[in-house]
């Protein structure tokens, strides 16, 4: 895409995989650079790269918190093995039940 080529407001949320709506909060917030022609908005193709870009340092930066949140607070309980106790009994609205799943329920046919 050239720096000197424009988009509609349409084509520009196409591009940035969003709703119009939703491109047109951030063009209201002033998060993306627009100018008008008449009514209608115009974002320059150097903005939305920019704007691209920026959402993938920012999403990058997120995630690397996050793990360092992990690490620090300390791994999270592996799937698997739950960490609270079981029910004894199987009961519940599906009757009596023999896996070790608390959600799990026994399945009754109709016939």
Do not use: C, Y
Request: net charge positive; glycine share 6%; aromatic share 4%.
């Amino acid at each position: 895409m050239s720096a000197e080529q424009e988009f509609t407001t349409s084509e520009a949320a196409a591009t940035l995989d969003m709703s119009r709506p939703s491109l047109m909060k951030l063009i209201h917030a002033r998060r993306i650079e627009f100018r008008k022609v008449g009514k209608h908005h115009r974002i320059p193709a150097s903005v939305i790269q920019a704007f691209r870009d920026r959402q993938r340092e920012e999403r990058a930066a997120a995630l690397t918190a996050i793990a360092e949140l992990s690490n620090r607070v300390g791994q999270l309980q592996p799937l698997g093995e739950p960490n609270w106790p079981l029910r004894s009994s199987g009961a519940g609205r599906g009757g009596t039940s023999t896996s070790s799943n608390p959600w799990a329920r026994s399945r009754t046919i109709r016939t």
